[in-house]
């Protein structure tokens, strides 16, 4: 367009120069042939037949013919309606306006392109995490994205915000005396040899610390009451002042295991039968261990069992990031945000793989 508006300028100004010689009477002569000529091909094209402009010839129509009064516009002889001549002169300037004071780009900021990668890499890398698991690696490293940013950005290249992954309501949390209760259970899984081990795992309700208390394949009193001991030591150690302790009517917690906390200062609590919401966070817990190390690791035998606990006891405390405690990491405080993430040009994400690349860990480069 702008090509074809200097080219119409560029040859009307050779023409208006060629007009600088000429008398008015050879002017006057030229604009009656010109009107007659008008009046003849109005009277062959007919009423019915609308003659076409190009943008170009509107452009240049309105600013040669614009600076004329009404009244001198009205007794022109133009293919065009005099009035249509000024409307093309108000869409001009419409334009313009429009070009000149363009507003200001509203609500949020776009999100920087490098982050953009991130999110894909880690859901690529991961596909079992949905956008409030990513997020929450996010706020790991130190990243502030909003959860719905990071929603909507696996929802433009198609891939599920929540794979996988049913929403669940916690009718009981019991958060007012989170500071005060443990909670325990059994958790069963079979080793390629074929024998079932029975793990017996205990975490805190107020920081979501996980203690794995040890394995077994025969869980009696004497080996149960063993390490409800060890327990007792650590968490005074530890300086937790817990008061309750939550667990079900399994049959292999002895009666020796409540005296023994009761020594200690705490109270056992039973939960309902077939009721496992009465300790959700345990079983919450539970199912996270399945999902995210038991149900993708072949455990050869009772050893290899002990060390991916121990492994996943580390990375969960540590590093896993949680909803309840603000994307924070039991014995790991809130992650700084980095103060002016727009401006950052490449992140330099590192990737320590544990059990062989089943747990994640990402970190920034030194």
Request: proline share 5%; hydrophobic share 45%; aromatic share 6%.
């Amino acid at each position: 367009m702008l090509l074809r508006l200097a080219y119409l300028t560029v040859t009307n100004a050779f023409a208006a120069l060629r007009l600088l010689p000429m008398s008015d009477r050879d002017k006057d002569a030229e604009i009656l042939a010109l009107r007659h000529q008008v009046m003849v091909l109005e009277r062959q094209l007919g009423a019915n037949v609308r003659v076409r402009f190009t943008p170009e010839d509107r452009l240049f129509l309105a600013a040669l013919l614009t600076s004329l009064p009404r009244a001198v516009l009205r007794q022109l002889r133009l293919v065009v309606r005099p009035d249509t001549v000024l409307r093309w002169h108000r869409e001009l300037v419409k334009q313009e306006h429009a070009r000149t004071c363009r507003p200001k780009r509203r609500g949020r900021p776009p999100t920087v392109h490098s982050i953009r990668t991130l999110i894909l890499r880690l859901v690529h890398e991961n596909p079992s995490w949905g956008y409030r698991r990513v997020h929450g690696e996010l706020t790991t490293l130190g990243l502030k994205v909003a959860p719905s940013t990071v929603w909507e950005i696996l929802q433009q290249e198609g891939i599920d915000p929540a794979p996988e992954r049913a929403s669940t309501t916690w009718a009981n949390f019991l958060r007012s005396q989170a500071d005060a209760l443990l909670a325990c259970d059994f958790i069963e899984t079979i080793t390629l040899s074929g024998q079932r081990q029975y793990i017996l795992a205990v975490i805190e309700h107020a920081n979501r610390r996980v203690r794995v208390l040890g394995t077994t394949a025969n869980p009696t009193a004497v080996w149960v009451t063993q390490a409800i001991k060890n327990l007792v030591m650590d968490l005074e150690d530890a300086g937790c002042r817990a008061r309750f302790l939550i667990r079900d009517r399994d049959g292999k917690f002895p009666a020796l295991m409540d005296e023994i906390l009761a020594e200690a200062g705490m109270q056992t609590v039973l939960t309902g039968i077939r009721m496992p919401r009465m300790n959700s966070i345990m079983e919450r817990w539970v199912q996270t261990c399945r999902r995210e190390l038991l149900d993708r690791c072949l455990l050869w035998n009772e050893r290899h069992l002990r060390h991916a606990l121990g492994e996943y006891e580390h990375f969960y405390n540590a590093h896993r990031a949680h909803q309840a405690l603000d994307q924070a990491a039991p014995l790991r405080a809130v992650p700084i945000p980095i103060a002016e993430p727009a401006r950052i040009i490449d992140l330099n994400i590192r990737r320590r793989d544990r059990l062989g690349g089943i747990l994640r860990e990402y970190s920034h480069a030194a």
